[in-house]
């Protein structure tokens, strides 16, 4: 009994390892982006609705910013899921 309760927690280690390895792999930003921008707070001044046809590069050329200006000011944002009407920040600046 006490080997297969050996093996399970082996087998469930091994996948929580796993898991982090594919979350950090799938992390748009690297670990000293992350570090670095910890403490940072977004500050919003403007923001717009998505319209149809638009995604994360037109928008950030839209209002003549860099898309990595515009990814700082909206972190939580997924340019491959974006959807018509969805908020994002036009406007605005990371402070500590």
Known sequence: MAMKAS?????????????????LAE???????????????????????????????????????SLKSFLAINPNINCEAIFVGQWVCIDGSLTN
């Open 27 to 65: 992390s748009r930003t690297t670990l000293l982006d992350g570090f670095q921008n910890a403490n940072a707070v977004v500050v919003c001044d403007q923001v717009i609705g998505v319209e149809s046809g638009e995604d994360c590069t037109s928008i950030s050329q839209s209002f003549k910013m």
């Open 7 to 23: 093996m399970f927690v082996k087998m469930v280690t091994i996948l929580s390892l796993c898991l982090m390895l594919i979350v």
